[in-house]
């Protein structure tokens, strides 16, 4: 089983970057897709990107061209890049990983919700104006 710990949020100011990580523990995590999703107060969890065992990358369109995820296998990690935050990026994120999946994986897949089985605690981005 994977257990994934989530860190890098804070608050920060519009314009400005900040650089999630999600750390996890188990064989499985290379076997798998991760994607990060997000929830704001009231709103349901959406999808932000993810990334595939081959490196493949999936963004939402709110984040693409300002987001960029990447995975380090032999560290397992999976880290999540954000750059020109503004305030509608404000949420908690949350890390999570798929079963175990085929090499190359299809955008239906990576943005559904039940595709994943473990999620993380989440991590708290506030952006101010």
């Known amino acids: 089983q994977v257990q994934l710990v989530e860190s890098g949020g804070g608050l920060v100011q519009a314009g400005d970057s900040l650089r999630l990580s999600c750390a996890a523990s188990?064989?499985?995590?290379?076997?798998?897709?991760v994607g990060w999703f997000r929830q704001a107060p009231g709103k349901e969890r959406e999808f932000v990107a993810a990334?595939?065992?081959?490196?493949?990358?999936y963004y939402a369109d709110q984040v693409k061209g300002r987001f960029t995820i990447s995975r380090d296998n032999a560290k397992v990690t999976v880290s999540l890049q954000m750059n020109s935050l503004q305030p509608d990026d404000t949420a908690t994120y949350y890390c999570?990983?798929?079963?175990?999946?085929?090499?190359?994986?299809?955008?239906?897949?990576?943005?559904?919700?039940?595709?994943?089985?473990?999620w993380g605690q989440g991590t708290q981005v506030t952006v101010s104006s």
């Open positions: 999570a990983v798929t079963r175990r999946t085929a090499f190359y994986a299809t955008w239906d897949y990576v943005t559904a919700l039940e595709s994943y089985n473990t």
């Open positions: 188990g064989r499985a995590f290379k076997e798998a897709c």
């Open positions: 990334i595939d065992r081959s490196g493949g990358t």
